[in-house]
């Protein structure tokens, strides 16, 4: 009677503790709700498509065999300078040969549906491919591909190696693998949860970083011209017209340094802007990108610091109000302009600039936050008020200035269609202006300037 009694209490005790334990794995269960990871096929440069629109033995695209290269923040934007790379060949890609492939009655049923899968009709392909640029990817880069299968364009995620030659929009995007003529769109998932996977031909390749992989966002406004690194002489920067294909390209020294701004209390949109025009490109701490209007705290190098074209500098900054696109953009025209521009609509804290180092030197040239395909140094006004008599002025580089105080927008610009550029890097001299102090009147800030009209007149000089 004693032993059944035993028995009976052990009994009860072991399902009380495989309750528990249940309980237990069900909680944890419910609080992982970290969403699953997305598959990535790997495409390794120089590995034919298993699927592709065009024979890729018929010289379509060259890729390279080029390392990549290692970026901060894994959501890069269209005009980030330095992001693609070229060479001094003109035969990166054969646009005119693709065009008459998809435009050739007999590839009809191809045609439909390479338009389809970039949501184009087949008339547009023609102008459509006059507007892409043959660039070279610099980073391992996430993409939407597509395959030709049954008549029709099959997508799937994939992960193209950098030195992969491929045609981008007027925005920055890539749009077209060369080699094979498939068609691209941004990537949509979580750039920090993916899983790549490496097979049919595609082996992980030398310098591979799943932390260096990016995406690319589509840049704020249509660019006029691409600055890129050329691949086999880095200390080359090349400037490319949107829409060529290397025949008019100018050079420039990608070795010549640029100090960073003062970017402290700018939101990031507008830092972007400023790095950007200086010729750098724009990381981020932390995995999300910021919201545009998040304000920038500190600079990683700091103010001042030189660097040459295309380096990284890493922003942090506090919570935006607003949130800002969290993946590229996918939908709409590839080519088609955002919806909204960028706008003064929160205006930081006023603060008095940070002067650059000693070594800076005066200049008369314009403010260096300016593409040098932008207006002429005319087109830099004083500000519309008189400036204050009382203490002297310091000195300091405009690009390290703080944003206008006022919620004013900046001046118009005098043509119809503003457009930006990655274009190659401002005069090497930063340039010396006063500022004026925290009490002064409001002044027009250079940090607007990417959506300054782009002429091609400055563009020659700006680059020797």
């Known amino acids: 009677m004693t ?32 969403p699953p990871l997305t598959l ?9 498509a298993l699927s592709p629109f065009f024979d890729e033995h018929r010289g379509l695209g060259h890729d390279q065999a080029i390392r990549p290269s290692i970026g901060r923040g894994s959501l890069q934007q269209g005009d980030t300078p330095g992001l693609y790379g070229g060479t001094r060949e003109t035969s990166v890609c054969d646009v005119a040969q693709l065009k008459a492939f998809l435009t050739d009655p007999a590839n009809h049923r191809k045609s439909r549906a390479w338009a389809a899968a970039l949501d184009i009709t087949t008339d547009r392909i023609p102008g459509y491919l006059d507007r892409l640029t043959p660039v070279l990817l610099r980073h391992d880069t996430l993409v939407r591909n597509h395959d030709y299968k049954k008549g029709k364009a099959t997508p799937f995620d994939s992960l193209l190696q950098a030195g992969i030659a491929v045609l981008v929009d007027e925005q920055g995007l890539p749009a077209v693998k060369c080699s094979c003529g498939n068609p691209l769109r941004p990537f949509a998932g979580d750039t920090n949860r993916v899983s790549v996977k490496f097979g049919n031909g595609s082996r ?85 990108r910021p919201a545009d209007d998040a304000q920038v705290t500190v600079s990683d190098p700091p103010a001042g610091t030189r660097l040459r074209f295309g380096q990284y500098v890493t922003l942090s900054t506090t919570d935006g109000t607003s949130s800002g696109p969290s993946g590229p953009g996918t939908s709409g025209a590839p080519t088609a302009p ?34 040098p395909s932008s207006l002429p140094p005319s087109s830099s006004s004083p500000p519309s008020s008189s400036p204050p008599s009382s203490p002297a002025p310091k000195t300091g580089s405009t690009a390290t200035g703080a944003p206008a105080t006022s919620s004013a927008p900046p001046p118009p610009p005098p043509s119809s269609t503003p457009v930006t550029t990655s274009a190659p890097p401002p005069p090497s001299t930063p340039v010396t202006t006063s500022a004026p102090p925290p009490s002064s009147a409001p002044v027009t800030t250079s940090a607007p300037a990417a959506s300054e009209p782009v002429s091609s007149g400055p563009a020659s000089s700006a680059i020797t």
């Open 3 to 34: 032993f059944r009694a035993f028995m009976q209490r052990a009994g009860k005790s072991a399902i009380r503790r495989i309750a528990v334990l249940l309980v237990l794995v069900l909680a944890v269960g419910g609080c992982d709700r970290s």
């Open 40 to 48: 990535v096929r790997a495409v390794a440069a120089g590995v034919p």
């Open 204 to 288: 992980q390749w030398e310098g591979y970083e799943r932390s260096s992989v990016v995406a690319v966002r589509p840049a704020p406004r249509k660019l006029e011209r691409l600055a890129l690194v050329d691949v086999t002489d880095p200390a080359r920067g090349i400037a490319r017209p949107v829409g060529t294909t290397g025949g008019h390209d100018e050079s420039f020294d990608a070795e010549r340094r640029r100090a960073v701004p003062d970017l402290r209390g700018a939101t990031f949109a507008e830092a972007s802007r400023m790095l950007t025009g200086q010729g750098l490109a724009v990381g981020y701490a932390g995995k999300a």
């Open 338 to 371: 955002p919806t909204t521009s960028p706008s003064p609509r929160s205006s930081p804290p006023t603060r008095t600039p940070k002067a650059p180092p000693p070594s800076s030197a005066p200049s008369t040239s314009a403010p260096s936050t300016l593409p």
